[in-house]
């Protein structure tokens, strides 16, 4: 199976389009008219330039809206620019996707600048073809998971991307169903997004949002049943891969054995790393901070502007002095206040001393066993 890109020097999340075909009860980019013009386009490669350096791995993320809206041609002719401009770096495009208009022209275009990976979005009952109307949510379930099937016939593997939300956690109160549930659709590679107050959420928020210590409680727990999972495995073989468990699980055992440094969502990259473009131009920082720059839809909620994210998250960390786990904590993502009503941070304490005293524990009982 093709794996998805993961390693990058830069990650550049470009929305082409804000208009959207779905509408989406915790869409952070409301459905918008903005939409990049071809002009828009060949401003990138003059940017990109001042921030990364040639032969540097440049991952082009092709976000929205529904980035599919912009057609087929459009988005191949978008790849074939930003290649020939930027013949000196490695450069790589993924997508995210509702696949509401998969067909075999996308196919093909997966195969010619996506190797063959897909990033798609689902989330149990809350995205909908019409809005106000949840029985729509019917006919996005049954055209989506028909489409997965499709994308699979055709050679292209699918990344799930999930958001987390209160449906997500009521739907799944048992987290190994949900993994026997993504094994059965085929999915095996999958990415549990943090939500953020922010765009339609923000209205939503009392039935849709997830407290910290929700957040943190659900995936502390659901990293103790996927380690258990994959132990579990007769084949010897790992067959999914969950983000942001793995990094969680690796940073855990990393802080164990004496090493700092967090793994993925954990690591703070984002604060470097990340850029956006979109009709109004170029923000240094990820979509999920940018989105609220430049759609102006947080309201009274303390998140950071795209400015100086190290600064802030330095500022951010000063009361994380006395916590253990602050050698591999981030401080968690800057769209989320620090510390919320629960009274949990955002970077999961709970679910780092969950996984901790799991991994004690396991390492516990294998000392008595072999002294036994």
């Known amino acids: 199976m093709t794996e998805p890109v993961t390693q990058f020097d830069q990650m550049i999340y470009v929305r082409l389009i804000e208009a959207c075909n779905l509408h989406c009860a915790h869409c952070f980019i409301p459905n918008n008219p903005k939409r990049m013009s071809w002009e828009d386009v060949e401003a ?44 000196d770096f490695a450069v790589r495009f993924s997508i995210q996707t509702n696949l509401m208009n998969y067909d075999v022209r996308w196919a093909a275009l997966y195969r010619d600048f996506f190797n063959s990976n897909v990033g798609i979005s689902w989330d149990p009952e809350i995205r909908l073809l019409r809005k106000g109307r949840p029985e729509t949510n019917a006919q996005f379930e049954d055209t989506f998971w028909r489409h997965v099937v499709e994308l699979q016939r055709d050679g292209i593997s699918p ?52 407290s910290n210590r929700e957040y943190s409680n659900w995936l502390g727990r659901f990293a103790v049943s996927y380690m258990r999972f994959v132990k579990e495995e007769r084949q010897g073989r790992q067959p999914i ?65 795209a400015t100086d994210l190290v600064a802030a998250r330095t500022d951010r960390q000063v009361s994380c002095h006395d916590c253990r786990f602050k050698p591999v904590c981030s401080s968690g993502c800057m769209a989320t206040p620090k510390t919320d009503e629960s009274g949990e941070c955002a970077g999961g304490f709970q679910a780092f001393k969950l996984l901790n005293d799991c991994l004690a524990s396991s390492e516990q009982s294998g000392l008595i066993a072999v002294a036994g």
């Open 159 to 210: 990344y799930m991307v999930v958001t987390v939300t209160k449906p997500l956690l009521q739907r799944f109160r048992n987290q190994r169903t949900l993994i026997d549930f993504m094994l059965e659709k085929g999915i095996s590679q999958i990415h549990f997004e943090r939500l953020t107050r922010t765009g339609y959420a923000i209205s939503n928020w009392d039935w849709l949002g997830v």
């Open 241 to 305: 891969n969950i983000s942001p468990l793995d990094g969680l699980i690796d940073s855990v055992r990393r802080l164990r054995a004496g090493m700092t440094g967090g793994y993925g969502c954990l690591s703070g990259k984002c604060d470097t790393r990340f850029h956006t473009f979109d009709q109004t131009g170029y923000y240094s920082a990820c979509t999920a901070l940018t989105s609220e720059v430049s759609n102006r839809n947080a309201v009274g909620v303390a998140v950071v502007e």
């Open 44 to 87: 990138i490669p003059g940017r990109v330039r001042q921030f990364a350096k040639p032969g540097q791995v440049l991952l082009f993320q092709f976000h929205g809206g529904e980035p599919t809206l912009v057609g087929v041609e459009f988005l191949r002719s978008v790849c074939v620019y930003l290649l020939t401009q930027l013949d």
